[in-house]
């Protein structure tokens, strides 16, 4: 592989990675892997889910040890054996699923691990200065004294980086960064990005979006099945070719849908208010519908009700006050086996949070595949489950789905975020329900993913689903919905038609400006 152009023998790469292989069992994840990352740049790794781009990372910062190949960092052959080495090396990492302590503050999570001797006064009193000379450096700005689960996901991501940083990392990899971001927050870790690049900090950013790749990366490496494809300049390529790449065939950027064709009424929501689990309402009067053969979107900057919003369509949240009717049946979804009670009206429910509703990661993919469906005839035996039955059935979503590996027996935790995200809606999506809630459909999904589900998607609703769909990517919103409704503050505060709307009249809409209001039709 050939550096990318201005490499210089006296100043080497800040990484450099020769031959770099890694199976676990049978699975070849990393392929005689070649990398440079130029020192003071921000370089993009691309690829599929399950192409090997966190298991090469995670071989770089010490999680897992190569089988073969070196590593080379600022031009010294490296053993990195854990995490603490690399730190020492000057590696840090951002995890996708962030590594905070949930009711420490901000200032405690920045050292914990890193305090030093017994006394912890004075380690938080030099870590609050040095918490604060690194904010101001990288405008990185937070509340040291805030708790974690009271401060944004945008700010848990900054306490993340500004740990790093504390620990005297020079080259930071962030992990699908922007996956539980929205917009706003996205680009406010660009700007964040950018400020890191300009001091001289070298960036590694894996992600499957390319607009992103195309905004702040300098250079971008693709991969594919275990192997490295290609590495480019940024400025010489495009998303069109950085596609073709990753999935090895042309891939269609852009959804292809005739126009819907809506029926009866099958989703009606009137007058719901909905609180949080602080008694809060988080949904307030809201009244909606959605007929058989139509996509209706839901656009608003996350934590505007939207969450509450479906999990109280889904059962799994009580409503204060409001009715939902099914088909134009009142139903009552309210007791812990509200989720049951919607499945069996003909509900199915694809939640935003995969790994905290949507699966349980310690149980094996066929286990996940009938979750919540266990107690139907397909999957039973009188008061016994058919585990044949259900093993068969996993391994038939797996392979429409194109779950990778293949493997209905593997833990599920062992699986990539993109795939886990899989399991979810090939269980979902294949119990043939008349009314599809999804939350965040591909978060976290390769472009090949996304391009799959979004025709599972659209083939759903031209067999006369019902689909109530909310995302925080504004063009997955426009792109997929027949109708959308924009939440803010827990309310309805307009109706766009996506084939006109611009983006800015959304966005104005989404930040309570310029609200049309009223109920929608």
């Known amino acids: 592989m050939q550096r990318p152009s201005g490499a210089a023998a006296a100043n080497p790469p800040a990484i450099e990675l020769k031959g770099i292989n890694k199976h676990f069992g049978p699975v070849h994840a990393n392929r005689d892997i070649d990398l440079v990352v130029e020192r003071g740049t921000v370089h993009g790794i691309v690829g599929e889910n399950g192409a090997g781009k966190s298991t090469l990372m995670s071989i770089l910062y010490g999680f897992y040890t190569a089988d073969s190949g070196d590593i080379l960092v600022n031009g010294l052959v490296q053993k990195i054996t854990d995490s603490?080495?690399?730190?020492?090396?000057?590696?840090?990492?951002?995890?996708?699923?962030?590594?905070?302590?949930?009711?420490?503050?901000?200032?405690?999570?920045?050292?914990?691990?890193?305090?030093?001797?017994?006394?912890?006064?004075?380690?938080?009193?030099?870590?609050?200065?040095?918490?604060k000379a690194l904010a101001a450096e990288y405008k990185l700005d937070v509340?040291?004294?805030?708790?974690?689960?009271?401060i944004s996901v945008g700010q848990q991501q900054r306490v993340e980086i500004l740990k790093a940083l504390y620990r005297g990392a020079d080259i930071l990899i962030l992990d699908e960064p922007t996956g539980v971001l929205t917009p706003?927050?996205?680009?406010?870790?660009?700007?964040?990005?950018?400020?890191?690049?300009?001091?001289?900090?070298?960036?590694?950013?894996?992600?499957?979006?390319?607009?992103?790749?195309?905004a702040i990366t300098?250079?971008?490496?693709?991969?594919?099945?275990?192997?490295?494809?290609?590495?480019?300049?940024?400025?010489?390529?495009?998303?069109?070719?950085?596609?073709?790449?990753?999935?090895?065939r042309r891939v269609l950027l852009q959804v292809e849908k005739q126009p819907s064709l809506p029926g009866k009424p099958m989703l009606e929501v009137k007058k719901l208010t909905v609180n949080d689990d602080r008694k809060v309402a988080r949904v307030k009067d809201i009244s909606l519908t959605v007929r058989a053969g139509e996509i209706v979107g839901i656009a608003g900057v996350a934590g505007n009700g939207q969450s509450e919003l479906l999990e109280c369509i889904a059962g799994m949240r009580d409503p204060v006050s409001g009715e939902i009717r099914l088909a134009g049946d009142k139903i009552s979804l309210r007791g812990d086996d509200g989720g049951r009670k919607a499945r069996?009206?003909?509900l199915a429910h694809v939640p935003e949070d995969r790994q905290r509703m949507g699966l349980v990661t310690s149980f094996e993919a066929w286990e996940n595949s009938i979750l919540g469906y266990e107690y139907t005839e397909q999957f039973g035996r009188g008061p016994f489950l058919d585990i044949k039955a259900a093993r068969a059935h996993a391994e038939e979503r797996i392979k429409t789905f194109d779950v990778r590996p293949p493997n209905p027996r593997l833990k599920t935790a062992n699986f990539s975020g993109g795939n886990q995200q899989k399991i979810v809606l090939a269980r979902e999506l294949g119990q043939d329900p008349d009314v599809l809630i999804v939350g965040q459909p591909t978060r976290g999904v390769d472009?090949?993913?996304?391009?799959?589900?979004?025709?599972?998607?659209?083939?759903?609703?031209?067999?006369?689903?019902?689909?109530?769909?909310?995302?925080?990517?504004?063009?997955?919103i426009r792109s997929l919905s027949?109708?959308?409704?924009?939440?803010?503050?827990?309310?309805?505060?307009?109706?766009?038609?996506?084939?006109?709307?611009?983006?800015?009249?959304?966005?104005?809409m989404m930040a309570g400006i310029a609200a049309t209001g009223g109920e929608t039709r």
């Not at 730190?87 to 030093?116: K, P, R, S, W, Y």
């Not at 509340?143 to 009271?150: L, Y």
């Not at 927050?185 to 195309?214: P, S, W, Y």
């Not at 693709?222 to 069109?240: E, N």
Request: aromatic letters at 4%; hydrophobic letters at 50%.
């Open 84 to 131: 603490r080495h690399a730190l020492g090396l000057g590696i840090g990492m951002v995890h996708q699923h962030f590594m905070l302590v949930d009711n420490f503050t901000v200032l405690e999570n920045v050292i914990l691990g890193a305090e030093g001797r017994f006394r912890i006064a004075p380690a938080l009193h030099k870590a609050r200065a040095a918490l």
């Open 143 to 150: 509340d040291p004294d805030a708790i974690i689960e009271e």
């Open 184 to 214: 706003e927050e996205a680009d406010d870790l660009f700007r964040v990005l950018r400020t890191l690049r300009e001091q001289g900090k070298t960036v590694i950013l894996i992600t499957h979006k390319l607009r992103e790749i195309m």
């Open 218 to 248: 300098d250079n971008v490496s693709v991969m594919r099945q275990g192997a490295m494809v290609r590495t480019l300049k940024t400025a010489d390529t495009s998303p069109g070719e950085l596609a073709e790449l990753m999935v090895g």
């Open 344 to 346: 069996l009206a003909g």
């Open 447 to 476: 472009i090949g993913a996304i391009e799959f589900i979004h025709k599972q998607i659209i083939a759903m609703r031209d067999a006369g689903k019902a689909i109530l769909l909310v995302s925080v990517e504004l063009d997955e």
């Open 482 to 508: 027949d109708r959308i409704l924009v939440m803010f503050d827990g309310r309805i505060v307009g109706e766009a038609d996506p084939a006109k709307a611009t983006e800015n009249e959304l966005g104005l």
